[in-house]
């Protein structure tokens, strides 16, 4: 990305509220002093100080420590690129812009992403072998075991499970097919062509059985199975099995991939410049 695309390329900002926990302390010039948290983005972090900080546009302010929902965040070497006098006149609004050092650029965007977390969930709630609740007959393929599942089911939710329970599916037939069986529940099947196919072990009319609910979906087969059948039919051969291979991120729980997630949409420009 050039340095002129770059500058019109406006990170979004994230605001301190009081429901976050944070507290900053700004070393600068050999002192530490207190300040306050104002708003971030992966570029820059916004701060106001009560106590006037000898320090001017263009010059560096050595490290910000900044705790935040009790956790700490080290920024090293920002530049002033704003000074302000706040409206209350009992501060000053400095903003502090990251001149392309990754470490500090990685910084600010967690902070940027623990702001972002709602906090909703009891995180102190966990389960054990023995507090964890266990769906009831398990590995059992019998009509009474069934009942008892359903039974154990309207009894922890709200879930009535009239229709599911109406079933004609007799339980022994679906061993290795399902666990836990409580019912079934009703699927609109539709046929979807013919296609012509010419191939090596399939050669003549097929129609394909579609279960779904989505609109239009089984029309719009029928069109393409109908126009590809009229223009000479598709002409197939199986020459071997291959599998695709994409890269793959596995981390180690859902905290640590929604992080991962929001990281790669927040630096998807840079990643498609490095790419190309």
Not at 50 to 65: F, H
Not at 154 to 159: I, L, Y
């Amino acid at each position: 990305m050039n340095s002129f695309v770059k500058k019109l390329v406006t990170s979004p900002r994230h605001v301190f509220t009081p429901d976050h926990v944070a507290q900053l302390f700004i070393h600068c010039q050999g002192m530490i002093k207190e300040g306050q948290a104002l708003d971030v983005s992966k570029d820059h972090i916004a701060i106001a100080c009560e106590q006037c900080i000898d320090v001017r546009v263009g010059e560096t302010v050595e490290q910000i420590k900044l705790t935040l929902n009790g956790k700490t965040f080290e920024l090293q070497s920002l530049t002033v690129i704003k000074k302000e006098a706040l409206d209350n006149n009992k501060g000053v609004r400095i903003v502090l812009r990251n001149e392309d050092d990754e470490e500090t650029s990685r910084v600010l965007w967690q902070i940027s992403y623990e702001l972002r977390q709602d906090g909703h969930g009891n995180q102190a709630i966990s389960y054990d072998d023995i507090t964890l609740p266990k769906v009831p007959a398990r590995g059992l393929y019998t009509e009474d075991a069934r009942q008892e599942r359903l039974a154990y089911i309207r009894e922890n939710t709200d879930a009535k499970l009239d229709r599911v329970a109406d079933t004609t599916l007799e339980a022994k037939a679906l061993v290795s097919n399902i666990e836990a069986l409580v019912g079934s529940v009703e699927i609109p099947v539709g046929i979807a062509g013919p296609l012509h196919i010419k191939g090596g072990h399939a050669d003549g009319l097929f129609y394909a059985p579609m279960a779904t609910t989505e609109g239009a979906l089984l029309a719009s087969a029928t069109r393409g199975a109908t126009a590809l059948s009229r223009s000479g039919g598709v002409n197939v051969r199986v020459i071997g099995q291959r599998m695709l291979r994409v890269p793959v991120f596995v981390l180690t729980d859902l905290n640590s991939a929604i992080f991962f997630s929001e990281w790669v949409k927040d630096h998807y420009a840079e990643i498609c410049e490095q790419t190309k």
